[in-house]
């Protein structure tokens, strides 16, 4: 019955290695985001897909890089793991109309520590 | 653009005493106003959000925010502070359509038994 999935919940890895992260929701939202949440607990958006389409880009490095296989999935596919990439990654989806932005569901968050 | 400020890091409140964290927020559009709380450990859960009318808006766990244009604030309150209020919340803005969030930095309430 989760509405939006991620896995896995944890993940420890090396420097240097490549990860992904899958989220899932079951809602049929057409919008689905990433945010990154540092150890200060501040969150910023990272992307945004509308139907599969690449919306918000904000100043990632390009070695993150989102995959949409359809409108309920929006993976983050990360390469040459540093340090600062170390965080809790947070998927989220909503459902966007003409008449204003619905709420935005969270997953339960990727624990992410790159040693 | 928008951006988001909350005012304290950290509120202490005793055990049904009022609970008022505050929230100001910039937008270059009309915005779209947002509290989320966050558990340790867990993920973000809404407790209400401002789109359009009313501007005294009540979410879940007995928690209401008000709307002031005028001092493009949200600030979210709660008659009485209970144990299970203590979390992290976070005040969020956006201008609409497949935008993201702009959160605030986040503030944790601590509740004195």
């Known amino acids: 019955d989760t509405a939006v999935s991620q896995t896995p919940k944890y993940l420890v890895t090396q420097m240097g290695n490549d990860k992904s992260i899958k989220c899932e929701q079951n809602?049929?939202?057409?919008?689905m985001y990433w945010y990154k949440q540092d150890s200060k607990k501040f969150l910023k958006i990272m992307f945004s897909?509308?139907?599969?389409?690449?919306?918000i880009n904000e100043t990632v490095p390009n070695r993150f890089s989102p995959k949409s296989p359809d409108k309920a999935h929006l993976n983050l596919h990360i390469n040459s793991l540093e340090l600062g990439d170390s965080a809790v990654y947070f998927c989220?989806?909503?459902?966007?109309?003409?008449?204003?932005?619905?709420?935005?569901?969270f997953g339960p968050g990727t624990r992410l520590l790159v040693l | 653009a928008q951006s988001v400020t909350q005012l304290g890091s950290h509120v202490s409140v005793s055990e049904g005493a009022l609970v008022l964290l505050r929230c100001n927020y910039s937008?270059?559009?009309?915005?779209?106003l947002f509290w989320y709380v966050q558990y340790p450990n867990q993920g973000l859960q809404l407790l209400l959000k401002?789109?359009?009318?009313?501007?005294l808006v009540k979410g879940i766990n007995g928690f209401e925010a008000e709307f002031k244009k005028s001092e493009t604030s949200f600030h979210l309150t709660k008659p009485s502070a209970h144990m299970s209020d203590a979390a992290e919340y976070f005040c969020?803005?956006?201008?609409?359509?497949?935008?993201?969030?702009?959160f605030g930095k986040g503030t944790h309430l601590i509740i004195q038994p």
């Open positions: 989220a989806s909503s459902q966007v109309h003409s008449a204003g932005q619905e709420t935005q569901y």
């Open positions: 809602l049929g939202h057409d919008t």
């Open positions: 897909y509308n139907n599969k389409e690449l919306i």
């Open positions: 937008s270059s559009v009309p915005p779209y």
């Open positions: 401002y789109t359009t009318g009313a501007t």
């Open positions: 969020a803005v956006s201008g609409g359509g497949a935008d993201g969030l702009t």
